[in-house]
């Protein structure tokens, strides 16, 4: 008899494409704004203690245990980029388990970015890229969908189904399920084809989180201790386990030196051994189970800090000052259609950006310092908006050439003709929290300014046991 429960292990994969320093006086000088040696670094060392070694032992799994064992990856446009340009050999081990056919490759947002909120014309133009690039890389259509920070509402999903997809994961909020479980199947309020598939917060943070806390209750974690916790928490009330996390978890988050390796080669064998669970893929979970009911989210929720909404990226003047600067853009980039311009316009929309802005306090402060290479969210704010004012120069310097192309001689509204109906317009950003808000106030016209110091960027800092999501 076949086990009747699921569980679906899923990792998001992501390097963001990290800002160097880039001050005041260089506006309208230099338009390189990345760190290229910090990227290259960071993304050698993850390669060599996450990805590289994470992969091998995924690989022995599933040829050990003939196909029972299956996972789910979703990789950002933006670490494909850093693959092929510093790591290859990395692109080629995802390839080998994507020949065994138990690995799914999920389709994202390109630049892991905050489209979906702001502009559904360039959320369609990077989900679609996105797809092309998995098509391109691992020989496989991507069918189930993943936003970026795992961020959804209805009107996200019903656009997500509009594209071609079928199932969608997002957060297990507290805030939107109530007394309902995060283990069962359910649909969009407004399609109800679109199946919804729901992380299941405190099991994947026990893992990505608290694995390594020796002050934890319940160090150390074993395997078996953990089977046991996922059959405590499905029995009788519940389909499918969704253990959604970071892969930066395996040698990076979590360092070899805590078994974290060791706990996921053992893992495996004692779920199949058991009978209770079969592993599934997302989409083979959603085909496997039926929705229980609809789920309503009016606003958008994310798996970021205990609000789970998306302050974690837009709750501040500070990001929303950022983010509607940029989405401004949108429809001048797309007139202009340069290659260059919109690789740098996808790049500057990477979440991670606004996220370094975050002025939470307390303990998701603390999380958010870990993955800071600035020392103050202020900083973060003024050389990301040093940035974007050099952008916006050569946009408007492009928009007017390009308007000239298509000015008629001697016509009275030569603006008029040479215009182009708008694709779309751009959203504000989603209301802030007033305190957020507030502690933000005094730096609201920052980029206007000299930076008050020149020293250069940290280095992004080596995450200790915490982690401030965990993808």
């Not at 510093?86 to 905050?114: K, M, N, W």
């Amino acid at each position: 008899m076949k086990p009747s429960k699921s569980l679906c292990l899923y990792f998001q994969i992501h390097q963001p494409t990290r800002l160097r320093l880039y001050r005041f006086f260089d506006i309208g000088k230099d338009s390189h704004y990345y760190d290229d040696f910090t990227n290259r670094t960071i993304l050698r060392r993850v390669a060599e203690q996450c990805y590289l070694p994470m992969n091998r032992l995924l690989l022995d799994l599933i040829n050990a245990n003939k196909g029972a064992f299956k996972v789910a990856f979703s990789i950002s446009g933006s670490a494909l980029e850093q693959f092929d340009r510093y790591a290859p050999e990395v692109i080629e081990s995802f390839r080998r388990l994507a020949d065994t056919g138990c690995a799914e490759f999920l389709c994202e947002t390109y630049y892991h970015s905050l489209a979906s909120l702001a502009c559904p014309a360039e959320f369609r133009h990077q989900v679609l890229k996105h797809k092309a690039a998995i098509e391109h890389y691992f020989g496989v259509t991507p069918v189930t969908f993943r936003n970026t920070e795992l961020i959804y509402s209805d009107a996200i999903g019903e656009s997500v189904y509009e594209l071609g997809f079928k199932t969608m994961l997002t957060e297990g909020a507290r805030h939107i399920l109530g007394w309902r479980s995060p283990d069962f199947i359910y649909s969009n309020d407004r399609q109800e084809d679109l199946k919804i598939l729901l992380r299941n917060y405190k099991l994947s943070d026990d893992i990505a989180f608290r694995f390594s806390n020796k002050g934890w209750s319940e160090w150390p974690l074993t395997s078996d201790k953990y089977l046991t916790w996922l059959k405590n928490d499905i029995r009788d009330k519940g389909d499918v386990i969704n253990l959604f996390m970071d892969y930066e978890t395996f040698g990076e988050h979590q360092s070899a030196s805590t078994g974290i390796f060791d706990f996921m080669r053992y893992l495996p064998q004692a779920v199949i051994d058991d009978g209770t669970f079969r592993f599934a893929t997302p989409s083979e979970a959603a085909a496997a189970h039926k929705p229980v009911s609809s789920l309503e989210v009016l606003e958008p929720i994310s798996w970021a800090d205990e609000e789970r909404d998306v302050t974690a990226w837009l709750g501040n003047e500070l990001q929303q000052e950022a983010y509607n600067k940029l989405y401004g853009l949108y429809e001048k980039v797309a007139l202009i259609n340069d290659p260059a311009l919109f690789n740098d316009f996808g790049h500057l929309q990477e979440s991670d950006h606004f996220y370094y802005m975050c002025t939470k306090f307390f303990s998701d402060g603390e999380v958010h310092k870990y993955f800071n290479p600035y020392d103050t969210p202020y900083e973060a704010f003024i050389n990301y908006m040093n940035v974007l004012s050099d952008f916006i120069i050569r946009v408007n310097e492009e928009y007017s050439t390009t308007n000239a192309k298509f000015a008629v001689p001697n016509a009275a509204n030569d603006a008029e003709s040479a215009s182009v109906a708008p694709a779309e317009t751009v959203k504000p950003a989603p209301k802030a929290r007033k305190t957020a808000a507030r502690t933000a106030s005094a730096a609201k016209k920052a980029p206007a300014k000299k930076p008050a110091a020149e020293k250069p960027a940290k280095a992004v800092k080596k995450p200790a046991a915490k982690r401030r999501k965990t993808e």
